[in-house]
Structures are given as C-alpha cells and as structure tokens.
C-alpha cells in the first residue's frame, strides 16, 4: 500500500482532496497532516474519518524534529502539501505567521522529503500547491501562464512565492522529484468565512452588510474547489516531474458582479424578494495593495493531462449555496468565538 501525506487536509482544499484520495484509492493510505489553526476543521471530514485508509495527525509543519521523527516512522511514497496560511487580509496584519508556515514549514517538509528519500528516491513525488497571486497582477488583458514571471504583491503572495522558489531549488540542487500547480479562486463548501463568497453567504443569511473593498471592480477567476480537487489528482499521478501547472476556471468576474449574482440566487433560495440582498452592499476601503486583476490561462493543464474544469459556474455557485444553507450547524460553529473579534477588526462595519 502507497503512504501518501496530505498536509492541510483539514482546511478547505484539503478536506475535499483528501475525501477524493481516500475515495478514489483503496490502495493508497492517507496521512492528513494538519496543526487544526482557526482554518482547520475536522468536521470537513467527518464522512471520512472511520475510513480504513485514513489517519489524522496534529501536527505543526513549522516544528522540523516532529517532521523527521513523521518521516522516519512512516516512510511516505508521496507528499501533497497544500499546509498554509491563506487569506491575503490577515497577511497584511501578521506577515509573520506566513513567513513561519508558508516558507519555514514548506522548506521543513522538503528537508525531511530530502533527507528520508535520499536513499531511493524511486516512485517518490513531493506536490506542491500555490496560487496565481504569485505571478502578480494583471492590467485589463492577458493571461498568467505557467512562464509568467513572478511578481507577488502581497506578503501572502510573497510567501507561497517563496516556497514555490525553495521547491524548485530543492529539485535542482537536490534532484528531488517535485511538481507545481498554481490555482486562482477557489469556492465550494467548506470554505472559511472570511473569504469573499462564503463571508457574503453568511451576511446575507444574517441580513448583514456585504463589504466590498474600493470599488469592487478587482477581477478574480473562479473554480469549484471539487474540480481543484480532480486537477491535484491528475497532475499528482501523470504531472510531469520538475513541471508547473497552471489550474483556473476560464471564469473571470468583477467582485461586484459576483456579489450581485450571489444576492439573486440567495435571494430565490430564501424566498426574499428579488433585489433584497443587494442592499445589504456595503462599499468599504480598499484593500491595502489590492490586485486589480488574476486571470489564468489553464491551456497547459487542458493539452496535456486532459483536465478541465467539469462545472459550469451557475451550477456552482448554486451547490455552494444550497450546502451553505443547509450546514447552519458548521456555519455557527466556526463563526462563534474568535471570528467575531476578526470580524470587528476587519470590518467595523
Ligand atoms: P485553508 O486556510 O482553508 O486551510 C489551510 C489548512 O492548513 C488548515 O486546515 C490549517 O489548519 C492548516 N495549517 C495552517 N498552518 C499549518 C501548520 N503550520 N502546520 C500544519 N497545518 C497548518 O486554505 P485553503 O484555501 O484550503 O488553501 C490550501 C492551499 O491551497 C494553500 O496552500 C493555498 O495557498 C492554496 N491555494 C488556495 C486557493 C484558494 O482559493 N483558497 C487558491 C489557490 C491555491
Ligand atoms: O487567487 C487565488 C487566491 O484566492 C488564493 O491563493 C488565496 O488563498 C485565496 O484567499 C484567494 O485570495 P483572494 O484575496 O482573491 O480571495 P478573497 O476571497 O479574500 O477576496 C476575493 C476578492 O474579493 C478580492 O478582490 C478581495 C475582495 N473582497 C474580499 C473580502 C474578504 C472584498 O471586496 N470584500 C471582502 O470582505
């Protein structure tokens, strides 16, 4: 049986890969590493958690000896390494705190990979995932492709940028058998509220403002979280080594025009008159650095391993919501406690 580490299996992503990998191999044993952070919630897994091909471990991927002694006990084939701090506004209060797991737990992960594969690195593969905010932001046209030079601009771009750079350096210094992917905007169930699409979801229901930073017309290219899910699969087993992919839903939408749309459908789901929602928008400051525009050109993908993403984002959208409507108890759940103080620091609105 193949040992595969999945790091940040608990977040959002994670949960819906490690739920694809349990799943789909029977042949596989999952290892779901994760520090359980305010993003991390084991109740993302609950259908999978008797599963005989599953084990969870709490653990901090910045603490380098649980690492090793990890490594040594387990003896991984692969690694899938989605750990991370990932929301851009909390990387504007706390740079820090991305620094520590972004760049110092990646590089951690990678001395252990090097350090017990150096034996026989055979068969092994260490995956990383990142984002398109490391390639920067983008004017009124144009695309990210995978040889976009990077150019992040905010201290949570600078950090994945940085462990992106750490991962090919490992693989050309230490030969060590790496693969890339870099993903714009995810939605689906799952996703923490603090993010745009799940942060309106829950104030609408709550008859609350919607803040939209300057004056929402930022571009942000949207994917369903499963079809990320199905991208990490592919380029998991048939990525080249060394390689990079870029991942993205050809989808691009103003924030404005999002949060418009997301009102309409909430609007029908809850049976309020149409047009109700939309008065909750609330237009506030602007993010600091805010990227204009994120666009990907997920052509590389598509040619060569045959992904594309399988929804349409209509339907998309629609199964976020109507799972956010009917998970009120995960809603209430991570909404209680330390998200009302990062809410009111945020917003004061
Ligand atoms: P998330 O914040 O929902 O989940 C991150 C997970 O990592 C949490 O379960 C958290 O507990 C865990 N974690 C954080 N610090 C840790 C540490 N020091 N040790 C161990 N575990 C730790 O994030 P997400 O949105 O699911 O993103 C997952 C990955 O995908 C990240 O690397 C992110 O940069 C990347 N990504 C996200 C998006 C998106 O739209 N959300 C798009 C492209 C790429
Ligand atoms: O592009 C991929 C990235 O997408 C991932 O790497 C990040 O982990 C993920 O958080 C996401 O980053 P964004 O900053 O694009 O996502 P967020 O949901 O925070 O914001 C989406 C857009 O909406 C962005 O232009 C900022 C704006 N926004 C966001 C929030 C939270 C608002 O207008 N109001 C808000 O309250």
Not at 49 to 55: D, E, F, L, M, V
Not at 77 to 100: C, M, N, Q, T, Y
Not at 261 to 284: A, H
Not at 333 to 338: E, Q
Request: a negative charge.
């Amino acid at each position: 049986m193949k040992k595969i580490l999945i790091t940040g299996g608990a977040g959002f992503i994670g949960s819906h890969v490690v739920r694809l990998f349990v799943n789909n191999y029977q042949d596989y044993y999952i290892f779901n590493l994760d520090a359980l952070t305010y993003a991390g919630n084991l109740e993302n897994l609950k259908d999978v958690q008797g599963a005989s091909n599953y084990t969870f471990l709490k653990g901090d991927i910045t603490d380098a000896e649980f690492l090793d002694d990890l490594f040594a006990t387990h003896r991984f084939d692969g690694v899938i390494h989605l750990a991370a701090e990932s929301h851009v506004d909390r990387s504007i209060a706390d740079p820090l705190a991305f620094v520590k797991t972004n760049i110092i737990g990646t590089v951690n992960l990678l001395n252990a990979a090097k350090k017990h594969w150096a034996d026989n690195l055979e068969g092994k593969r260490f995956y990383h995932i990142s984002t398109d905010e490391v390639y920067g932001s983008l004017g009124e046209t144009g695309f990210f492709l995978e040889s976009t030079p990077y150019d992040p601009q905010s201290p949570y771009s600078a950090s994945k940028a940085g462990s992106d750079h750490f991962v090919r350096a490992y693989a050309n210094t230490y030969k060590l058998p790496v693969v890339i992917s870099n993903c714009s905007n995810n939605y689906g169930p799952n996703q923490f509220p603090e993010k745009l699409l799940p942060l309106c979801i829950h104030n609408i229901k709550n008859n609350k403002p919607l803040p939209i930073y300057g004056k929402g017309d930022n571009i942000r290219d949207w994917l369903y979280v499963v079809d990320h899910a199905r991208a990490i699969d592919v380029i998991f087993h048939r990525g080249r080594l060394g390689e990079t992919y870029n991942i993205g839903g050809f989808n691009e939408w103003k924030n404005l025009d999002i949060v418009e749309l997301l009102c309409d459908v909430m609007d029908r789901k809850l049976g309020r008159t149409l047009g109700q929602s939309r008065k909750l928008i609330t237009f506030v400051k602007d993010r600091a650095g805010h990227d204009k525009r994120y666009a990907i050109d997920a052509s590389k993908i598509k040619d060569e391993l045959g992904w594309q993403p399988s929804l349409q984002f209509e339907e998309g959208l629609e199964k976020t919501v109507d799972w956010y409507l009917a998970n009120e108890e995960w809603l209430d759940h991570v909404t209680s406690g330390a998200y009302q103080n990062y809410y009111q620091k945020q917003y004061q609105i």
